[in-house]
């Protein structure tokens, strides 16, 4: 079985819409929950919904919920299925560079790592940047004007032959744009569960990309951005399918506007099914993704860590 994952992509063949989406209720959100009482405390608070986590949004007319049907995922059937975790054979993730990262159109590499660390709880390493030839990858000219694009099925064969056996997973980054197939006209990030790597394009993150102004911190909007895609697409290397309960960092998203939407953070039904998976300690988790915050004034994000480490450390 070779699942492949495509997400956070833009499906210009799609001439047709997937059913309506009928947003969960509350009782099947916590129903995806499962039973929190087996956790230990402090996990179990953290794993109860609060006003922090929101149930998801009814898609507009161009997002990923009206063009892709989503069954969801529970915490139990995810249980059943995932098989791959972390062991102590294979305990880190890779984070691969292809092509140049200039600083003015690309996130900082090092904190691309620092931040996957401390969100998956891992060891991550950042490998030296392979440079591939002009004609590698299936490279074809951009649609409507826009820069080449190299075809990621390409690529994810290339990363296995890079796999590091000590690897959990090894992801490729690249400012190069990418596509999944010739009717597609763009796709943010693929990844193959069972071959464990995938490829994501920070292209698109650029304001300038799109004609846009870039502002005065258009660097710190190309990392969240990066940072967001980073986080989505590992979480599935995890076995984590796009969550449809609450706002989450998995939810899936067709346009950018969409990802800048979603949130950085994990809903609980996701936080369940990652700890299972690596096994990390949820308050330490918070606390360091806290200073991460912290550190780049990214205060909305910052706000909701403090207020979930507070559920635990309540105020004197």
């Not at 608070?45 to 007319?61: H, M, V, Y």
Request: hydrophobic fraction near 40%.
């Amino acid at each position: 079985m070779n699942i492949i994952v495509a997400s956070l992509a833009f499906l210009c063949a799609s001439g047709v819409a997937s059913a309506a989406f009928e947003r969960p209720p509350e009782n099947e959100c916590r129903r995806a929950l499962g039973n929190v009482f087996e956790e230990p405390e402090p996990l179990r608070t953290l794993l109860t919904p609060d006003d922090d986590f929101r149930r998801i949004p009814l898609p507009g007319p161009d997002d990923w919920l009206t063009v892709h049907t989503e069954r969801g995922q529970s915490f139990e059937e995810y249980k059943e299925w995932v098989e791959h975790r972390p062991d102590a054979t294979r305990h880190v993730i890779y984070l691969l560079p292809f092509g140049e990262f200039a600083e003015e159109t690309s996130p900082p590499l090092e904190e691309l790592r620092a931040y996957a660390a401390l969100f998956f709880q891992m060891e991550v390493k950042l490998l030296p940047a392979y440079f591939p030839h002009d004609l590698e990858f299936s490279p074809r000219p951009g649609r409507k004007g826009g820069p080449r694009q190299i075809l990621t099925s390409d690529v994810l064969k290339f990363l296995q032959t890079r796999l590091p056996a000590d690897a959990y997973c090894l992801l490729g980054i690249t400012m190069e744009d990418l596509y999944p197939q010739p009717s597609w006209n763009y796709v943010f990030g693929q990844a193959s569960l069972d071959e464990r790597v995938g490829i994501y394009s920070l292209a698109r993150y650029d304001p300038a990309f799109w004609g846009d102004a870039r502002g005065q911190h258009y660097l710190d909007l190309i990392l969240q951005r990066a940072c967001k895609v980073l986080a989505h697409e590992t979480a599935h290397m995890f076995g984590l399918s796009h969550c449809i309960y609450y706002e989450c960092v998995v939810n899936g998203a067709n346009h950018l506007a969409e990802t800048d939407a979603s949130p950085q953070h994990l809903c609980p039904v996701c936080l369940r099914k990652l700890h299972f998976a690596a096994g990390f300690d949820a308050v330490k988790r918070y606390q360091e993704l806290a200073r991460f915050y912290r550190a780049h004034q990214w205060f909305d994000d910052l706000d909701l860590a403090n207020r979930q480490l507070a559920r635990i450390r309540p105020a004197e």
